[in-house]
C-alpha cells in the first residue's frame, strides 16, 4: 500500500514539474518593466481633468490642455 501511495506522489510531482515548465515556455518571457519613474501632472486649462506632461496639448502661451477641443475652446 505504502508503494503504490509514494508512486502516485511522484507520478503527482512530475506532471506537476511538466506542467509548470509547459507554462512557462507558453508564456515566454516576460517583457522588462519600464524604468521610467512617475511623470509630472498637468491639469487641463479648460476642464482641470489632471494628465500626464506627455499627453498634454499645449498652446502659444503654454498652457496644458487634455485635448485639441479643450485648447481650441481656450481656457476658463
Known sequence: MMKFLLLI??????WWLL???ARGRVDGPRPPKPKSGPQPML???HCGVHLPL???V???DDRAY???AHRLAGPR
Open 58 to 60: 499645449k498652446d502659444a
Open 43 to 45: 491639469a487641463c486649462a
Open 19 to 21: 506542467r509548470s515548465k
Open 66 to 68: 487634455c485635448s485639441e
Open 9 to 14: 506522489a511522484v507520478i503527482a510531482f512530475a
Open 54 to 56: 506627455a499627453d498634454a
